[in-house]
Each structure stands twice: as structure tokens, then as C-alpha cells.
């Protein structure tokens, strides 16, 4: 799918989690050629209950039909970033400052690969991760493979 379609998709998605008090998280199409999906991941501040993924879903359900950016057939689903969500960038870490975390690294960085920590603080292409034991360290985020929140920890 296109960049222009997932534009729309990113459009209309937002629109469907504000007319319903929430904030879209992402949205990803997977598949293709009359085998798509579109998962959207939903945040509220109060969380994320099934009743606010139904009616989420169904006002999109509503604006995609009147839109139709999606030629074939297609499903939507709509979820809940979950307690170990996925830190996308390094607003979503200052969004969570304070928090534990879990990171994976570019394996080409220091020879340790994974850390477990809270993010300390984040500047414009780094964030300092105070991790459970040893020192601080300012991490790039360019050497970031996957980072998430702990629910363990927070």
C-alpha cells in the first residue's frame, strides 16, 4: 500500500480515537492485494477497555466506508498498546520519563546487547537510561533495535 493510502488510514484512524476522547498509538497495515489489515493501537489516559476498542472501531469502520482508501477487502482491528508497550521514539520516551524500560541494542554497541532501566532523561538523539545496576549511560537512540515499558517495574 502506498504512502498516500496510509496517510488517509493515519488521518481517518486519529479522527475515529478523538471523536472517541482517545489518541491513536500507531497503525500498521500488514498483508496486501485483498488480504489486509489494519491494526490500530489505541491510548487513553484512564487506559484502554474493550468498550472504547468497539466504539473506536466502529467509528473508523464508518469513516473508512465513506472514504474507501483501501481498494479490496480488508480487516481492521483495534487494540490496546498493552503495559509492555512498545516505545516508538524518543518523544514516547520523554512521554515516560521516570519509567523502567527494556532495551535491545545493536549488537556492535559495548558487547552488551540488553538492559533493563529507568529512563533518566532524553536530549534530541539520546536518552540516559540509569540502569538497574551500573552506571548511567547515555544511549543513542540510532542503536536502539526494540525498546519497551516493563510492566514489572512500573
Given at each position: ?17 478523538r ?19 489494519v ?17 473506536v ?21 483495534c ?66 533495535l ?9
Open positions: 500500500m502506498g504512502d498516500s493510502v496510509k496517510a488517509v488510514l493515519q488521518e481517518l484512524a486519529a479522527e475515529a480515537c471523536l472517541e476522547g482517545a489518541e491513536l498509538w500507531d497503525l500498521r497495515l500488514v498483508g496486501g492485494r485483498g488480504r489486509s489489515v491494526r490500530v493501537t489505541v491510548e487513553h489516559p484512564d487506559g484502554v477497555a474493550f468498550d472504547l476498542l468497539e466504539r472501531s466502529r467509528r473508523l469502520s464508518g469513516l473508512l466506508d465513506e472514504r474507501d482508501p483501501i481498494a479490496g477487502s480488508y480487516t481492521l482491528e487494540e490496546s498498546p498493552g503495559l509492555d508497550r512498545v516505545l516508538r521514539n524518543l518523544d514516547d520516551c520523554r512521554r515516560f520519563l521516570g519509567s523502567t524500560v527494556r532495551l535491545r541494542l545493536r549488537p556492535e554497541v559495548e558487547g552488551q546487547r540488553n538492559f533493563r532501566g529507568e529512563i533518566a532523561d532524553v536530549a534530541a538523539d539520546a536518552m540516559l537510561l540509569r540502569p538497574e545496576d551500573g552506571e548511567n549511560r547515555w544511549v543513542q537512540w540510532a542503536d536502539v526494540d525498546l519497551h515499558l516493563d510492566p514489572k517495574m512500573n
